[in-house]
């Protein structure tokens, strides 16, 4: 009803589990990471385990959109059926012929063994994906683990995944249930989102659907997160109805009364959680005023309250910045970085300076970004500022996207800003932090909110990177030259595969980059174009200036 109002392309907060508005968290991203090393293990069971509405099945239809073609799926939705009825369904699921007169486990097996070495010996492999796991029962998880036992004398037929909710830890942590756990070569949980974490959540799935961040103010995250706990799918509900609400007032932005009632029509009232709040409510008052009444005594003087009040109002204008609430960043500046403590003085608002031409910005841009790496723009030069970085063995990179985007190329870059009387500038973005952002603006330090920002600029940045030796443009199969060495060597330091050193780029070459692209927020394609070999460098620590520091804290 209100994606006309709000200009969005679609429904930004449904709860279907559409792989395209994956949040990938630092727990979301690890949980898909063990799912790959599952995916190239030679079998048994992994297990991905996590409260209700945390994302579970999201990573797991993430993950069947980028299989490889080699590999054959079973994917069951309700495990709550009986052995023979698995079997069934894991046959049929596997397009595996069974006479149907005479069914039966040994029967079923069979036909499920000779279909599996018959797709090994064509180069294929098989995965049985089981969601909802922990609605099995001890008869199925023990044929879960017979399954397993599916082998040649080289290698495991069937990896089996188990995606489910905590009980099946309890169940599996049984004394009867041990063979089934040790069949468990990895495991993970996922976990709710944290507080910093929800904007971010928010902002992804807003930008995806063709809206601003803006539509929630950063004042009101706390309450969302205070309601939802951090599980996204509580946050889903809540801004969608939040919305609705918006909508049904003609409002372009959510304000706390409409949030405040989207929350209450979410989670209907509990008067035993209500009594519980209330007395504990009156419990902290009573505890504050006697120590306001013995701190008064001790003091030998009555402080009057207005005085009281007055010296609370002081303290609250007069703390340092970083401790007032500021927009919440991505996951990952939350998780790498430490508070501010530049001593670049925090401004209110982002300024161009008066005594310098705006006709100016980008040249004075570029060359604040080049003095970080070492070298300056010749100023008569024939050659644009992209065209000199090749010199010095760099290129240019131009993109779009959010801060999350930023924090993982990690390194300066150029912004173009828009300022509050409708003028565009460029300038350099030297430095992130959990409130901040430092910038180069005609060559003079300004440190800013995140807020102001996010009002100023639009996602569009230019970085320059190092080219690996005799890249050109990018890499893809049966290529070969020092790029790929290079990628080899690169890619070593982070999977910590070793392989022959080849100066070809073969197939098991490009199943390690797609692994390394779906892992890093990259379209796993195979390919090695410029975003991926910068993100390669951010992760091997050759990406020259950091824009996040790791001195800090």
């Known amino acids: 009803m209100y994606q006309d109002h709000f200009h969005l392309n679609e429904m930004p907060f449904s709860i279907a589990p559409d792989p395209r508005f994956l949040f990938m968290s630092e727990r979301h991203r690890d949980a898909m990471a063990h799912l790959l090393f599952g995916l190239q293990g030679e079998g048994g069971i992994v297990l991905l385990t996590g409260e209700v509405g945390t994302g579970k099945t999201t990573i797991c239809r993430s993950l069947l959109e980028q299989l490889p073609e080699n590999i054959d799926v079973a994917f069951i939705l309700n495990p709550r059926m009986s052995v023979d009825e698995l079997l069934q369904t894991i046959c049929e699921e596997f397009h595996i012929a069974f006479p149907k007169r005479r069914t039966g486990i040994k029967v079923l097996v069979d036909a499920l ?5 018959e797709s090994h010996a064509q180069g294929r492999r098989a995965v049985l994906i089981v969601d909802e796991a922990q609605n099995l029962d001890a008869s199925i998880l023990e044929q879960l683990r017979l399954l397993t036992n599916l082998e040649t004398s080289s290698r495991k037929l069937l990896q089996i995944f188990l995606i489910a909710q905590p009980e099946l830890n309890t169940t599996l942590s049984q004394p009867e249930m041990r063979q089934v756990s040790q069949r468990v070569v990895a495991r993970y949980h996922l976990t709710r989102l944290s507080k910093l974490e929800v904007y971010a959540y928010i902002a992804h799935r807003l930008r995806i659907s063709g809206a601003s961040p803006m539509l929630f103010p950063e004042k009101l995250i706390k309450e969302i997160y205070r309601a939802s706990n951090g599980v996204p799918r509580l946050i889903n509900l809540i801004c969608d109805r939040a919305l609705l609400g918006a909508y049904s007032q003609a409002k372009q932005q959510i304000t706390l009364p409409v949030l405040r009632q989207a929350i209450k029509e979410v989670f209907p009232s509990n008067p035993k959680r209500f009594r519980n709040e209330l007395i504990l409510s009156v419990l902290l008052i009573s505890v504050i005023c006697i120590v306001i009444l013995l701190s008064t005594q001790f003091s030998g003087n009555k402080t ?8 609370s109002k002081s303290t609250l204008d007069t703390a340092p910045a970083a401790t007032q609430q500021s927009i919440v960043p991505p996951v990952s500046i939350v998780s790498k970085i430490s508070p501010n403590t530049l001593e670049v003085p925090l401004s209110s608002s982002l300024k161009w300076p008066g005594d310098k031409r705006l006709a100016d910005s980008e040249r004075l ?5 080049f003095k970080l790496y070492g070298f300056d723009i010749e100023q008569q030069s024939n050659h644009t500022p992209c065209q000199q970085a090749e010199a010095h063995g760099m290129n240019c990179y131009a993109g779009h996207g959010g801060l999350n985007d930023l924090v993982k190329l990690n390194q300066p870059v150029l912004t173009r800003l828009l300022s509050s009387d ?9 430095a992130l932090d959990t409130e901040s952002a430092t910038l ?6 300004q440190r800013v909110p995140l807020m102001e920002l996010a009002n100023a600029w639009y996602g569009q940045y230019i970085l320059i990177w190092y080219e690996p030796p005799g890249f050109n443009r990018q890499l893809t199969l049966n290529d070969r030259g020092q790029a ?6 690169a890619l070593e330091s982070i999977d910590g595969i070793r392989d022959n050193g080849s100066d070809v780029f073969d197939i098991s070459l490009a199943k390690r980059i797609r692994a390394f692209q779906l ?4 379209q796993p394609d195979g390919v090695v174009g410029p975003l991926t070999l910068i993100r390669l ?3 091997t620590g050759k990406s020259g200036p950091r824009l996040i520091s790791e001195n800090r804290g």
């Not at 180069?440 to 330090?445: D, E, H, K, N, T």
């Open 113 to 117: 063994n000779a279909k599996l070495l």
């Open 304 to 311: 009057p309250w207005a005085q009281v009040n007055n010296a």
């Open 365 to 369: 841009a570029f060359q604040s970004l």
């Open 422 to 430: 409708g003028k565009e500038y460029s300038a350099t973005l030297t």
């Open 440 to 445: 180069m603006i005609a060559g003079i330090s």
């Open 484 to 489: 790929v060495t290079w990628l080899r060597h």
């Open 519 to 522: 892992t890093d927020g990259i």
């Open 537 to 539: 460098n951010s992760r």
